[in-house]
């Protein structure tokens, strides 16, 4: 029971500094005190363009797209519902990846932060802060892994499993920038956020919700 709650406090604590963080980095891009970090990585990214990398580029947002998300969340939701028949499970997922997309709406809508418009290789509209796209990738992905860890015996396919959701969480947010339609910061705030809903929906499926041995 100790060990239990020591851990329910530690999900919490890491929610906070990474809601902290996220605040930080809010604050920065409000009062735009975080042009020198976006342009520094902007450079660093959009330098190495070229025609095969941008067709790459391409490629991860559309992995990133609402479209995917939503047939990976579709198929994952069958998954934990009809083949390990969680359902619980299913209650932690949707808050989740369900939550961090209201959220996102919520925070653009309040930033009201312009999109890049110096050098872009796509078209597209919206606000730009926090990026969709990182924020749905690190919920999916994120929830996924959770959820699916200690179904995997095999230690080499927990390792494959978190390697490949790390990519291409990363690789998701990355295209962004290089594609002109997100600023650095967009992104990583986008993580932050993400990270810290991610972490208080564990810390609920596991205080409410898990079900005990």
Do not use: C
């Amino acid at each position: 029971m100790r060990a239990n709650q020591g851990r329910l406090n530690k999900l919490l604590v890491m929610s906070l500094v990474l809601g902290v963080l996220f605040v930080i980095m809010m604050v920065l891009v409000r009062a735009d005190r975080i042009a020198w970090f976006d342009q520094s990585i902007i450079d660093a990214v959009q330098g190495m363009e070229n025609e095969g990398l941008t067709r790459i580029m391409k490629g991860f947002t559309f992995l990133g797209s609402s479209l995917v998300a939503t047939l990976l969340s579709v198929i994952a939701f069958l998954f934990l519902w009809l083949v390990l028949r969680h359902r619980k499970e299913l209650m932690m997922f949707l808050l989740s990846v369900g939550g961090s997309e209201i959220w996102n709406i919520i925070i653009k809508n309040w930033m009201q932060r312009q999109r890049p418009n110096t050098h872009r290789l796509i078209e597209i509209s919206g606000f730009s802060f926090p990026s969709g796209h990182s924020m749905a990738a690190f919920a999916l992905y994120g929830t996924l892994t959770y959820l699916l860890w200690r179904h995997i015996p095999a230690l080499a396919g927990r390792i494959a499993m978190i390697v490949i959701g790390v990519a291409l969480t990363l690789l998701i947010g990355i295209s962004r920038i290089y594609l002109g339609v997100h600023y650095p910061s967009d992104v990583f705030g986008g993580y932050l956020a993400s990270a810290t809903w991610l972490m208080l929906s564990i810390y609920i499926f596991e205080k409410y919700w898990k079900p005990r041995p």
